[in-house]
């Protein structure tokens, strides 16, 4: 997981100045920048993302998809699933107690991995539709 682990610094001292010093420490991807720049800029803005602005919505918890190769992962503020979708073998891990990842919890806590394979495969799903699909606007 520390190769995913990437800063993300918004440097705009005049521009933002309501922003000066705010930390966000939650769990982002690289589809959160576009609905976060959007909202910086204060306008209203209709637009089609995955993302979400972790400086509008700080109370909702952050989640971040990867894809490694044949592998799909979930991470969440404190858990990492990872799965090859195809094949019948998940990994859970807990990154607070388990960086190493020496400790798959997968047998053991049924309830998150069943709760966290739904958001992941939800995703997936999600994206394989959107990206079969022609989206026509005015």
Known sequence: PERFR?????????????????????????LDILPMVLGLLGEEVVHQSWGTDALSFPQKKGLAFSV???????????YLLYERLNLDK??????????LLSNNLADT????LNRLQKILRSYLECTVLMSHQTIYTD
């Open 6 to 30: 990437i800063l993300l610094m918004i440097y705009a001292p005049y521009l933002l100045p309501k922003l000066r010093g705010i930390r966000v420490m939650k769990t982002t991807s690289q």
């Open 68 to 78: 490694d190769g044949n592998y799909y992962g979930l991470f969440t503020d404190r």
């Open 90 to 99: 998940s990994y859970l891990y807990d990154l607070r107690t388990d960086f």
């Open 109 to 112: 806590q049924k309830e998150t």
